[in-house]
């Protein structure tokens, strides 16, 4: 079976029928191997129980385990709680970190082109936000918060890895997308700045900075970081050495 929870929750390419089912089979995978208790997950399911809530969850796990028929045994009842067992290679999230490990390894073994391809298959496994479909308590919304933390970090080494190779100009729509979607990410803005000055367009990277500094001040009421404005000086001082090492 395949299990998917980087964009909507899935199983074999299917959702469970209910946002709450979807949540439920979500905190055991994220847990999987482990026992999950009663309580943890109420609280993973629901900001403020109802009272009913044990008996729901019992006629949830029922209804998951169906889903899961004939392989039901997936799923087993342990003292207080319940166990999800699967393979590593049938969880989207396990391939995910995987990947993104073997990269690292790759990386800094000088092996760019092969970190960058792995890379870019474990940003392929996303569908959207993690979870996207699921109905939870705060808890598991942190949890997949988490998840969404760990693609957008990834992206950026993606990303900076297609530089180190020479695409600056072609990763630049990417990077404007990325500012966009995450405008207090300043890596992200780094990035930018970067690859429009190694492009030959310092104007645009100074702009850039322009935009941070806004969007920092106006929404968080700080200013960029030494790192930031030690790129901006580099880029006024048209220093390409420290700009092209990423300093």
Known sequence: MVFQLLGPVQLDGRPPRSPTLRALLALLLLDAGQ???YQQLIDGLWDEPPPSARQNLRSYATELRRLLAP???LITYRSGGYLLEIGPDELDVEVFANLVRQARTDQAQGQARVAAAELGRALELWAGPAGVDARGSANLRMRFQALDEQRWAAREAHIEMRMQLGECHTVLADL???TARQPLRERGWSLLMRACYLSGDASTALGAYQ????TLRDQLGVGPSENLQRLHIAV????????AMGR
Do not use: F, M, Q, T
């Not at 006024?236 to 050495?241: E, G, I, S, W």
């Open 211 to 214: 935009r941070l500094r806004g």
């Open 35 to 37: 026992v999950v208790s």
């Open 71 to 73: 392989a039901h045994e």
């Open 176 to 178: 404007h997308e990325l």
């Open 236 to 243: 006024l001082r048209d220093d390409y050495p420290v700009i």
